[in-house]
């Protein structure tokens, strides 16, 4: 079973997969009914952010045809960009990303895998601006598995073939050549999220996260 962390108000999500041949999609419902292999891990991509802004450049402008803002100094203006990254949690594990440099609107394209367990936890996701010596938060969010995939709504479902390992020696590829990959149902869960206090003008800072949650 997978549930949360409070023992007496236990949250399980199991379900059934479906394949409809009429029109060709997978479907996922989730049920108590009986108990099914809980998923093995979770996949979190950070795709992009948008609208970044430094909390200590209250200069800065941006336009809807720029990626990095402009610091206005009397007369004269250049280009000043902001070099960001994002820092991935689950229960107590984090992981860094690389660091974009100079751009408001990054795209991050980085992804994180978390091993699931009995307990679920939030996925917390924070954008850092990257300085020499520290490093300043701009936002983050916080996202509940439970909640997400628990919502038929809030998720699609995708086919994800295994990698194939490679081959050492001739049997083993006689091996792998005889073997047929499975295709395996993840659910996926894709959005734009708001990261709290980061804002250009009216605009709120935005960051794109994809979440798949996979079985063995």
Known sequence: MWETGKKTEPKVLVGLFRYCSKDGEWYFRATN???????????????????IQSKDNDDTTLDDTQTTPTLRLGAFSKPQGIDTFCIVSYNGNKNRGKTVPKNSNPQYQQEFKFQLSNDIHP?????????????????????????????????????KTPRRKRATTMASRRDQGSLRLSRKPALVHEKWYDIGSSQIGTKQAKVHVKLTLEWL
């Open 123 to 159: 996925v917390h996701i924070d954008i850092f601006q990257s300085f020499a010596i520290t490093n300043n938060l701009i936002g983050g969010v916080s996202l509940d598995i439970f909640e997400l995939f628990n919502d038929r709504n809030k998720y699609s479902i995708e086919l």
């Open 33 to 51: 009914d009986f108990a099914l292999t809980p998923p093995s891990s979770i996949g979190v991509t950070v795709l992009e952010a948008k609208d």
